[in-house]
């Protein structure tokens, strides 16, 4: 984890995408160091806690509590729900095409638009755009 960017939303912790990236904004955020424009608790981050069966404040609670990543998510599973490996398979695939022909598309245009990447083909994902406006790609 950078000191002002959290990690990549592809990035994987007990084989789920984006969940790593949500424990990093709640750290961040604790630390004064997250940009203000990022969303928290809702977003990405509330399809992952609500896949995940958890309450916000619950896993802020436990992320500044210490531990592992893998220990947060042990949590969550035991809190929450432990979502199948068919599950996972859904939800990564689905997370990692937010923003490609679907409803989200027009915002993520608009998006690129506004941070300066209009001409780059290659973001064509919220994924991909987060990783081009923290400096990844």
């Not at 630390?31 to 203000?36: R, Y």
């Not at 990405?44 to 436990?62: G, H, Q, T, W």
Request: net charge negative; proline share 2%.
């Amino acid at each position: 984890m950078s000191n002002t960017f959290p990690r990549s939303s592809y990035d994987k912790i007990g084989g789920i995408v984006f969940f790593g990236r949500m424990l990093d904004k709640i750290r961040l955020h604790n630390q004064g160091t997250l940009p203000d424009d990022y969303n928290l608790g809702v977003g990405f981050d509330e399809r992952c806690l609500k896949f995940l069966n958890v309450k916000y404040d619950e896993v802020i609670e436990r992320v500044l509590q210490g531990g592992s990543d893998e220990d947060i998510l042990e949590w969550c599973f035991k809190n929450g729900r432990k979502p199948s490996d068919d599950d996972i398979e859904i939800w990564n695939g689905f997370m990692t095409k937010v923003g490609w022909r679907d409803d989200n598309s027009e915002k993520l245009i608009e998006r690129k638009r506004s941070g300066g990447f209009s001409d780059s083909d290659d973001i064509q994902t919220n994924f991909d755009f987060h990783d081009a406006d923290e400096g990844r790609i």
